[in-house]
Structure formats: structure tokens, C-alpha cells
């Protein structure tokens, strides 16, 4: 068997949020697992359930209490200032909200070109070519260049995101809810658009959603948390209703009886 690299590990991860009281809440308690190259690790969890937490820490957006993380075997939670800037472009992150996510005042050829002239990877007189091909990847016309965020829709916004998360090559791109505002056909385009991208590029995908039927769909594995806590983790090819845990099931059955939900509006309007 082929064991493709290992490009992240995480051990025992963990964050104790400081509350006012002088208590602590343990968003992430102590999680472990590995990525491998070019794969999709899906991460489901009921809201609050320390998903965002735990890829803030990987990003280096929050600071960690305890345990470490390694891209390519080194040790990324203790590097220096300069040593992190060099590490970025590796791992790169689509947020959920996508208007918000993109600044309001820069045009989309200044979004998805500032992350090449921030790493000095490009030239201004290569800018207009470097932005169609960037559009182009995420299936966006040229005609797009000189708009504004706000004149686009949640799915060319996410697209945009894509295209500058993209812009340096990333490793790893992280995707936090970054379907979940969408329309659910906005939402299998895009996760489509990230699939066929993954195969071109060979990046990893860590990819957070609510959904857990939706991330079975594409996903190799799936970890599942719970209240801070690694409950689950499920391989490709093993069906929902295979695991044991008690917490997964519960998150099958709510998936499960929301379609049954769906399916009784239909059969009823049907009827009207
Ligand atoms: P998820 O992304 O799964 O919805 P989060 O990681 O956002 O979960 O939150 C996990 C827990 O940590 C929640 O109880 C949340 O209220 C808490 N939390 C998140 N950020 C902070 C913070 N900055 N200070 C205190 N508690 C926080
Ligand atoms: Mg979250």
C-alpha cells in the first residue's frame, strides 16, 4: 500500500479559553490526527463544538495552550516571526461569510493579486495576466476583474476567496464553513470547483461543515467533535451508519431526519 506523506500532524491540541470568572472553557481538549497529501479531512461537530478554534490554532490566529503541530515533520507552534511568514503561503484558509471575507474598497483584480505582491511572487506589469488566469481557475469571466465585492453573489464571492487562497499554492487550504451561506446547488458547485482544484494542484483540504451527509460525500476521512473532544474519526468508504458512537449516530440521525423532513414537504406540496 501507497502511504502518501504526511504533511500535517497534530498532538493533543489544546485551548482553554480564559472566561472573566477566573474559569476556563476547553474549547479543543488534547486532539490528534494527521493529513495526508492531497487529501480531504472533513471535520463535522455541532456548533460550539471547538471546529474553529482548532483550525485558528493551526493558522496561527489563536494562541495554542498546549500541544503541537508539525507541517512536513517540523515543529510550526514555536517558529519565529520571520519563519511563520515564510510558512503562510503553505497553509491558507476560505472563511465562511463571503461578503464579509473580502474588502469592500479593492477591486477583484487587487484581491486575488495581493497575497503574490505581499511574497514579492509578481511583477506589476504581470498583474492582468496573473489575475485572468487566477479567475479563470475558479471559472470566474474576465469580465469580473474590475468589480467590487458587493456586486457579486455569495458563490463568486467564495469563488474569489478561492482564487486568493490559492494565489501562493498552498499545501493545505482550510475551508471554515466556507459553503454553509451558500444555496445548497451553490454550495455541490463549489465543492466540485475545490475537488477538481485538489486534483490539479494536489493540495490537502480541511475542509469544516455542519453537514455531516455533505462532507461524506467527498471526504477521505472524517473526524467528529464534540464539545472540544475527538468522538469519531471515519474512513473513506465506511458508511455513516457503520459507527458506533453514540455522538456520530446522533448527528446521522439529525441528517437522516431532516430528509425525511424534506421529503414529507414535498410529497405534501405535492398534494396542494
Ligand atoms: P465551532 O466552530 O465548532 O462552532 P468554536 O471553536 O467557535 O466552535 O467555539 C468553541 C467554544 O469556544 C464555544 O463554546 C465558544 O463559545 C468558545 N469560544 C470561542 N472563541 C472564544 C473566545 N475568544 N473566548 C472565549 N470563548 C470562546
Ligand atoms: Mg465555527
Redesign the pocket.
Known amino acids: 500500500m501507497i502511504v502518501n506523506e504526511i504533511i500535517l500532524e497534530v498532538k493533543n491540541l489544546t485551548k482553554k479559553?480564559q472566561?472573566p470568572n477566573e474559569k476556563f472553557?476547553t474549547?479543543c481538549n488534547e486532539i490528534s490526527f494527521q493529513v495526508e497529501a492531497g487529501k480531504t479531512i472533513g471535520i463535522v461537530?455541532e456548533?460550539?463544538?471547538?471546529?474553529?478554534?482548532?483550525v485558528k490554532m493551526l493558522m496561527g490566529m489563536e494562541s495554542v495552550t498546549a500541544g503541537e503541530v508539525y507541517f512536513r515533520k517540523q515543529n510550526i507552534l514555536n517558529l519565529n516571526k520571520q519563519a511563520l511568514w515564510k510558512l503562510r503561503p503553505q497553509i491558507q484558509m476560505v472563511f465562511q461569510s463571503p461578503v464579509a471575507s473580502l474588502h469592500p474598497k479593492m477591486k477583484i483584480i487587487d484581491i486575488v493579486t495581493e497575497p503574490l505582491f505581499n511574497y514579492k511572487r509578481l511583477k506589476r506589469s504581470e498583474k492582468l495576466a496573473k489575475a485572468k488566469e487566477l479567475l479563470a481557475m475558479v471559472e470566474l469571466s474576465e469580465e469580473f476583474l474590475n468589480r467590487y465585492p458587493h456586486s457579486l453573489s455569495g458563490g463568486q464571492c467564495q469563488r474569489v476567496s478561492i482564487a486568493r487562497a490559492l494565489a501562493l499554492k498552498p499545501a493545505i487550504l482550510i475551508c471554515d464553513e466556507a459553503t454553509s451561506a451558500l444555496d445548497v446547488s451553490v454550495q455541490k458547485n463549489i465543492v466540485d470547483l475545490l475537488l477538481k482544484l485538489q486534483a490539479e494542484q494536489k493540495m490537502s483540504i480541511l475542509f469544516i461543515c455542519h453537514d455531516l451527509a455533505l462532507v461524506h460525500s467527498f471526504a477521505h476521512k472524517i473526524l467528529v467533535?464534540e464539545k472540544?473532544v475527538l468522538v469519531d474519526e471515519l474512513s473513506e468508504g465506511e458508511s455513516l451508519t457503520e459507527s458506533t458512537e453514540e455522538y456520530t449516530q446522533a448527528l446521522v440521525d439529525s441528517v437522516f431526519s431532516l430528509k425525511e423532513i424534506k421529503r414529507n414537504l414535498q410529497i405534501n406540496n405535492a398534494r396542494k
Not at 47 to 54: D, F, R
Request: proline residues 0%; hydrophobic residues 35%.
Open positions: 479559553y472566561l472553557l474549547a461537530g456548533s460550539g463544538s471547538g471546529k474553529s478554534t482548532l467533535m472540544g
